[in-house]
């Protein structure tokens, strides 16, 4: 049976917003390095190539980057470029139809354009790329210990 709510953080979201509990931390759990810059998967094209590309650099330079993350950063530009070209589809033919029934509906374009919104404001959530969620981030110093001063101790 398939999980009930949100979906989980990542343990560096958790870091860069403050909720991340120790108690709660699983001792064998994966651990990813950051990624300091990637290329641009060759299926990519169009509007998601420079959604890719811009938030790539934006993440890799604050260490938001890791391989966990490439997958939700490719759905975000996916997602992104199918808004652009729906915009560009609602610009050319609007956003409502008749039918041949003489009803009036959503377009598909207006669909694609709604449901792609949904995508990039998840996302712009858990990486603080929007205000709201920029103001729930606060950064702790670094741990300038290393594993021999705690030995040590």
Same mark, same amino acid.
């Given at each position: 049976?398939?999980? @009930?709510?949100?979906?989980?953080?990542? =343990?560096?979201? =958790?870091? !860069?917003?403050?909720?991340?509990?120790?108690?709660?931390?699983?001792?064998? @759990?994966?651990? %990813?390095?950051?990624?300091?810059?990637?290329?641009?998967?060759?299926?990519?094209?169009?509007?998601?190539?420079?959604? %890719?590309?811009?938030?790539?650099?934006?993440?890799?330079?604050?260490?938001?980057?890791?391989?966990?993350?490439?997958?939700?950063?490719?759905?975000?530009?996916? @997602?992104?470029?199918?808004?652009?070209? !729906?915009?560009?589809?609602?610009?050319?033919?609007?956003?409502?139809?008749?039918?041949?029934?003489?009803?009036?509906?959503?377009? !598909? @374009?207006?669909?694609?354009?709604?449901? !792609?919104? =949904?995508?990039?404001?998840? %996302?712009?959530?858990?990486?603080?790329?929007?205000?709201?969620?920029?103001?729930?981030?606060?950064?702790?110093?670094?741990?300038?210990?290393?594993?021999?001063? =705690?030995?040590?101790?």
């Amino acid at each position: 049976m398939g999980q @009930a709510g949100r979906p989980r953080k990542s =343990k560096a979201e =958790k870091i !860069a917003s403050g909720t991340l509990q120790k108690c709660r931390e699983v001792g064998n @759990a994966l651990e %990813f390095r950051p990624i300091s810059s990637v290329d641009v998967p060759d299926y990519l094209e169009g509007y998601a190539v420079e959604f %890719f590309e811009y938030y790539s650099r934006l993440m890799a330079s604050v260490g938001l980057l890791t391989p966990a993350d490439m997958l939700e950063l490719e759905k975000a530009s996916i @997602a992104y470029s199918m808004m652009r070209e !729906a915009y560009d589809d609602l610009k050319e033919n609007g956003s409502m139809q008749v039918t041949r029934s003489g009803y009036t509906q959503k377009t !598909a @374009a207006f669909t694609v354009y709604s449901d !792609a919104n =949904k995508i990039l404001s998840d %996302f712009s959530n858990r990486y603080g790329l929007n205000v709201v969620s920029r103001e729930r981030i606060t950064m702790s110093e670094p741990d300038n210990e290393d594993d021999l001063d =705690k030995l040590q101790k």
